[in-house]
């Protein structure tokens, strides 16, 4: 059994191991403080993750989510038709529907 290193960023109270060994969920506020960190370092967001142990895929996941809840949500303002009144009432319509079926039946519908 090989020993696993504790990240660098882990504070104590975040390395409370579970029965799997695992560290915590980080909360939303922690993973805004580490996009900050990343985005006023230079290191790129690969460089960063690697750095600090952490899965890039969920780095993006948590900056967009990040992202996108600083954004107030656009409320579109409902879109109307106005649809004509019409002065005369529409012809009747008819039509006429002829099915041929096998066994030379032909089954004729109008109206």
């Not at 142990?53 to 996941?61: E, P, Q, S």
């Amino acid at each position: 059994m090989t020993a696993h290193a504790t990240p660098a960023f882990i504070v104590p109270e975040i390395t409370m191991a579970t029965e799997t060994n695992r560290p915590k969920r980080l909360s939303q506020s922690q993973w805004q403080a580490l996009i900050t960190e990343q985005q006023n370092g230079t290191a790129t967001q690969s460089e960063f993750c690697r750095s600090k142990g952490l899965c890039l895929a969920t780095f993006y996941n948590w900056k967009k989510k990040l992202n996108n809840s600083d954004k107030p949500a656009e409320q579109k303002a409902p879109e109307f038709i106005e649809l004509p009144v019409a002065s005369e009432p529409l012809p009747r319509q008819t039509w006429d529907i002829e099915l041929e079926l096998p066994g030379n039946v032909i089954l004729r519908m109008r109206q």
